[in-house]
């Protein structure tokens, strides 16, 4: 046995289905020219898991555009043609907002056919990727609910209908991504790991929560520039999420300020921990990757520990994510057996 390896989610899209190195890319084509496009993009994401030796693979999020509103398009009561200009995660950046108009309601499954044709792939364990209610309140502009905690209950119980529905489709872990939990530290304590609850308590599949430093894109780059040599807020969100629900915390550690002891504070819970920094181009060797892991073995022991990136690579250049991918697989190898 060794230790088991995974990816946060997204990978790069491909030029010809989407415009690269983009957050907010447009396609590239439409109707079913686009459809099949994005299902030949899965299958090249997956393959490219399967050979870097990655265990638990997911679709490289190739059929939505970004990993909130490619989740809320689909909803009712949100008006993507209403869009306001805000700062999110407490004003990092600025973004085109859509605008809660009414109470939201799924009236049909999201991924479930992303998720099914993705399963009849591979035979590999399989992840999908739904961002957590936090982090959807933060990236969408609310006329219609009293505040923040009563929208991200409203979108909690959508969260959960649609986890119960991936588990009966043959999913084996569900990933909500909550990058706001990094950020709002009072709500994550009020209602934060409560909400995240909402989705998960009792669904038939594995599930998991990232909470990272986000994308490589200049905004995260500037903030955290400005979080100075020691990147402590995972002693302050990881203690919170140990009491959770969810099975595995999934977070940032390769190439950052993160101190490793931080994964102390992990309870009994998986770890996921970031072997492969998103926000540069260089590529790890596999005994940069070694040695990341060994860092974090010292504080959760190998049965515990999952080998993934920091975050998703959605943004990056396309080669040089398939480059990492590599090195991610091939240094969990060179790491000592459990
Ligand atoms: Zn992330």
């Known amino acids: 046995m060794r230790i088991p390896t995974t990816i946060a989610g997204s990978l790069p899209k491909p030029a010809w289905l989407a415009q690269t190195e983009k957050l907010w890319p447009e396609w590239q084509l439409a109707g079913a020219e686009l459809e099949e496009a994005k299902r030949d993009a899965v ?7 399967a050979r870097a030796g990655i265990d638990t693979v997911t679709d490289g999020e190739q059929s939505r555009r970004h990993f909130v509103h490619g989740f809320l398009e689909s909803l009712e009561g949100i008006d993507f043609s209403k869009l306001v200009r805000k700062g999110i995660r407490a004003d990092r950046y600025q973004a085109d907002l859509p605008t809660i108009v009414g109470p939201v309601r799924r009236p049909q499954p999201v991924h479930l056919a992303d998720a099914r044709f993705a399963r009849s792939l591979t035979e590999r364990k399989l992840k999908v990727t739904i961002p957590g209610p936090m982090t959807i309140v933060d990236t969408l502009h609310d006329a219609h609910y009293a505040d923040r905690k ?21 999913v084996d872990l569900v990933q909500l991504d909550e990058p706001s939990f990094n950020v709002y530290f009072d709500e994550l304590e009020d209602w934060g790991v409560d909400a995240l ?5 009792g669904v038939a599949c594995e599930t998991a929560v990232h909470v ?5 894109i200049k905004a995260n780059l500037d903030w ?3 979080l100075g040599e020691d990147w402590d807020q995972y002693a302050i969100v990881l ?5 959770s629900a969810v099975t595995e915390l999934a977070i940032e550690l390769a ?18 921990v970031g072997v492969i920094d998103v926000a540069s181009d260089v590529v ?10 060994e860092k974090a073995l010292k504080y959760v022991p190998p049965a515990r520990l999952v080998a993934s990136t920091n975050c998703g690579m959605a943004p990056m250049k396309r080669s040089i994510a398939y480059r990492k991918l590599a090195a991610l697989g091939a240094g969990t190898h060179l790491a000592a057996p459990v």
């Open 197 to 201: 609850d909402a989705c998960v308590r």
């Open 43 to 49: 299958e090249l994401a997956i393959a490219a898991q």
């Open 212 to 216: 990272c430093y986000g994308y490589g």
């Open 239 to 243: 203690p919170l999420l140990a009491q």
């Open 255 to 272: 190439g950052s300020h993160v101190p490793p002891e931080v994964l102390a504070n992990t309870g009994d819970k998986r770890v996921a």
């Open 150 to 170: 009563t929208a991200a209950f409203a979108f909690a119980e959508i969260i959960r209908a649609e986890i119960e529905e991936l588990a009966a489709a043959g």
């Open 224 to 226: 955290k520039a400005s």
């Open 284 to 293: 790890e060797t596999p005994e940069d990757v070694q040695a990341t892991l």
